[in-house]
Structures are given as C-alpha cells and as structure tokens.
C-alpha cells in the first residue's frame, strides 16, 4: 500500500502537476496564474492521484499502527494518539490536494492574486499542517522503542529512525520567513529534503510492514493466538503455556506496562 501511495503521489506530484522545480514564491501572481493555465487539465489530473494517495495513508497507516496495540497494555496511549494523529493526517493530505486544485480550477479566468493565494494556502498546509502527522510519526517510533521482546514485529531500530525522519520533516514551517532561496517553500530545506526523505521512510516501512504481515502468517500457522497472547517464534506456540492479560502484565519491564 505503500508504494502504492508513493507511487500516485510522485506521479501527481513530478510528471503532471509539474512540481519540479516548484514554482518560487516570489513569483509574481500573473505569472503563477499563467504557468497554471498553461498545463491546467495535466496539473489537476495530477491534484486527483495527489488526493487519491492522500485517502491511501488511512489504510497504509493503520496496517503499521495495529503492531503497537500490544505495546502498552491496558493503558495504550500511544496507539490511541497514533489512531487520532492518523486520521487527522488523512484530512490533511486530502484538504492540501483539494487547495491545489482550486489554484488551477480557474487560472487565467480570475484575479491572479486569488489563484496565488489558494497556491500559497496549499504549501502551507503541505509545510504547516504536517505536526499532526509528526505526532503519529512520532508516537509509532516511541511504541516500536517500547515494544517488550516478545511483542517485536519490526526492528527496534525502525522506531529510532522514524524519530530522526520527525526532527528532518521538522524544517518545512521554517519556509514561512522566505520567499525565495533554499529556505522558501520552493527550496531544498523546508521542502524538498523532507519530500525525498518521508518516501524514503514510506517505503522502508512497507517493506518492513510487509515482512511483519509474513512473520504473523508463519505464527498462525502453528496456532490461531489470542488478542493477550504474547508473540513466540513458529514452533514454539504449542509448548508455551497460554497467559492471561495480568500474568503477561506481570512479566513485562517496568516502563512498558
């Protein structure tokens, strides 16, 4: 789902919405309004695959968020911030797409300053708006950290990676000092060195949430487990003794109950 995701997106965004190189806020309105006109079917065609990947992060984000329900116990206030966090990032993403479009909807036919202010309005919800899905980020790679050993379906190292890739896409509200150079919307720090590094974690943690999904078949082929059963190697399921929630809360770190 994943590359999925990145692949309509990139597609939108790149060949047809033609955001490379992404047009400098410095421009003046009449020549945004004119650079809209002059390719608007393929760049609203590719506001609508943007808007279609931007539903795909529900079902992308929820498959990675259901491995930390464990993580926590009976007291799962990342997974919960995780599922409040994903969903208000789904609006997001779908309300960025939305605010392009109307940028292109009517260019040339009306003012120009209203067409760059609907253009502005979206790369500031693309730069702005992301806290939100820093905090889903955020609170996946503290639970995968928090995972107990038994519990483990990706990497530890995957959630300390997800942690830096939060303080990288952390610089695009630095674009709204700029409006022209590397620290504009248009620029390599607030945009373009996030962009490149959010596909790379996207696709990282498909693989990974692939080879998980593999990982959980293998076990249900020993046996069907429980929502309170700990997670064993395959093979192993038929000798371990079922445990009960408290005698699997007992067993855990202090920290990750």
């Not at 009960?244 to 007992?250: G, H, I, R, S």
Request: hydrophobic share 55%.
């Amino acid at each position: 789902m994943g590359i999925v995701l990145t692949v309509l997106y990139l597609t939108g965004w790149v060949f047809l919405a033609k955001f490379v190189p992404v047009p400098s806020p410095d421009w003046p309105a009449e020549q945004l309004a004119g650079w809209l006109a002059g390719h608007q079917n393929a760049y609203q065609a590719g506001c609508i695959l943007m808007l279609l990947a931007g539903g795909l992060l529900a079902p992308w984000g929820a498959s990675l968020t259901v491995w930390n329900r464990r993580a926590e116990g009976r007291l799962p206030v990342l997974h919960i911030c995780e599922l409040a966090t994903l969903a208000a990032s789904v609006c997001i993403f779908v309300i960025i797409a939305i605010f392009w479009a109307l940028a292109g909807f009517r260019a040339g036919q009306i003012d120009p300053q209203i067409t760059q202010a609907f253009f502005d309005a979206g790369w500031f919800l693309f730069l702005w708006a992301a806290p939100c899905f820093y905090l889903w980020a955020l609170s996946f790679g503290l639970a995968l950290i928090m995972n107990p050993p038994e519990h483990q379906m990706f990497p530890r190292w995957i959630g300390f990676f997800t942690a830096a890739s939060v303080l990288c896409w952390a610089m695009g509200p630095l674009a709204i000092f700029f409006q022209s150079g590397s620290m504009s919307y248009s620029g390599a720090i607030p945009t373009w060195i996030p962009v490149v590094e959010f596909f790379a974690w996207v696709v990282i943690l498909s693989v990974y949430g692939y080879r998980a999904i593999m990982k959980h078949e293998a076990m249900t082929e020993v046996y069907r487990p429980t929502w309170d059963d700990p997670i064993v190697p395959n093979g192993v399921a038929e000798e371990m003794p079922r445990l009960t929630t408290a005698e699997l809360d007992d067993e855990r770190p202090v920290g990750v109950r």
